[in-house]
């Protein structure tokens, strides 16, 4: 009976105050797609790089290009306190070390393997860098793009990870335009639960999400785009475990309305009631 009740909470969002994350996240209410992953999740100290990796993760993928980057910025760093050239370095080795090709849903580990990267994989990897070297920044979410403003000198500057040339935005004039074409318009139609988070070639008309995420939160977004993925396959069950693992990092309202969409439609398209 216990374990019921715990299988109906977690598809339900984990709304229950009564259960805990740690004990969400144990295996048996869980499930993961490699003991690679069940490994990370299961570690009592989980960075958001080890979150990243998790998604499809399999212990063939290399840390090596980024181990390289990593490397290479050290030593940039340790050579300059102009924060600005270090910037410009990092979005530029970025670029010639890891984004390679631009493919919508591709992974972080895609990224490592192949240097396929999407919104949310190369805002992950920049995101990652910049912390580590101490800029103050925000990764904002929108209705169907990621990007990241870093905050320099009380200025405010746009990483647009998936522009190679001009996507480092520092004229105030630019960056104000940027940033109004992604503001919340007035009575817009809400998302799409199923649509995935893109490139930057969406339609600006109707935006109605504009709000700033952790690097946590972003690994969530991309459990849900992930999950979106094989909700289009119709593999409604598979969704709704991606979107339970999103919903841990991420409590938001489009992980949480695309699952109840993926219960209600597995349960309409195939008879799973996996509320039960």
Not at 57 to 62: F, K, L
Not at 183 to 199: H, V
Request: hydrophobic share 40%; charged share 20%; proline share 3%.
């Amino acid at each position: 009976m216990k374990k019921a009740v715990l299988f109906i909470a977690i598809f339900l969002g984990f709304v229950f105050s009564g259960i805990s994350q740690e004990r969400a996240l144990h295996e048996d209410y869980l499930a993961f797609g490699s003991e690679t992953e069940k490994a990370i999740w299961n570690s009592d100290e989980k960075t958001p790089f080890q979150l990243f990796k998790a998604v499809n993760a399999v212990e063939t993928i290399s840390e090596e290009k980024w181990n390289l980057l990593v490397g290479e910025l050290d030593g940039k760093a340790s050579k300059t306190t102009d924060q600005m050239v270090l910037l410009r370095t990092i979005f530029q080795k970025a670029h010639q070390r890891l984004f390679r090709k631009y493919e919508q849903h591709s992974s972080f580990n895609t990224m490592l393997a192949s240097g396929k990267f999407d919104c949310v994989s190369g805002s992950a990897a920049l995101g990652l860098l910049l912390e580590r070297y101490g800029y103050d920044f925000d990764i904002v979410e929108t209705d169907y793009h990621v990007f990241i403003q870093v905050n320099l000198a009380g200025k405010p500057i746009i990483l647009e990870s998936t522009i190679a040339v001009g996507g480092m935005i520092t004229l105030p004039s630019e960056v104000e335009n940027y940033l109004s074409s992604y503001l919340p318009k007035k009575d817009a139609t809400p998302i799409t639960f199923n649509q995935r988070l893109a490139g930057p070639n969406v339609d600006l008309s109707e935006t109605s999400i504009f709000r700033k995420v952790n690097l946590t939160e972003l690994a969530g977004l991309q459990y849900y785009n992930d999950a979106i993925v094989h909700f289009n396959s119709q593999d409604y069950g598979q969704a709704v475990h991606q979107l339970s693992k999103a919903y841990l990092l991420y409590p938001s309202d489009r992980i949480e309305g695309l699952r109840d969409l993926s219960i209600n439609l597995a349960f309409k398209t195939y008879g799973y009631d996996l509320r039960k």
